[in-house]
């Protein structure tokens, strides 16, 4: 049952695989910081994503799907506190995002609260 509560996290990640191929990027803009990230995260290597998230982040502070994204390494690497954290800051700036509901969900979950 856990892995399924985790793997809905996976749609957030997805989301930021498919915005960022959206947009062209240059080197050390947000855009290219998020397809740093992608590439990390499919190489399992969750802490430097979360360095590059941690980075579009203070270019672009508004964008709640980077909080989510950011939320969701941490939920893969079993940090719920902060990723609780970053899964509220998405949903204020996004209160419509259902993405960020299921995941606060799934933290709250693993938190037991």
Request: hydrophobic share 40%; charged share 25%.
């Amino acid at each position: 049952m856990r892995s399924t509560r985790i793997g809905v996290l996976g749609m957030s990640l997805a989301t930021l695989f498919l915005t960022v191929s959206a947009h062209s990027s240059k080197p050390g803009d947000a855009v290219s910081l998020k397809e740093r990230a992608v590439r990390l995260l499919s190489e399992g290597q969750f802490a430097r994503a979360v360095e590059a998230l941690s980075r579009a982040i203070a270019l672009e502070p508004d964008r709640a799907l980077s909080y989510l994204s950011r939320g969701s390494v941490y939920c893969h690497m079993r940090e719920f506190p902060r990723a609780r954290s970053d899964i509220d800051r998405a949903i204020e700036l996004d209160p419509k995002n259902p993405e960020a509901y299921l995941a606060r969900g799934t933290v709250f979950d693993e938190l037991g609260d």
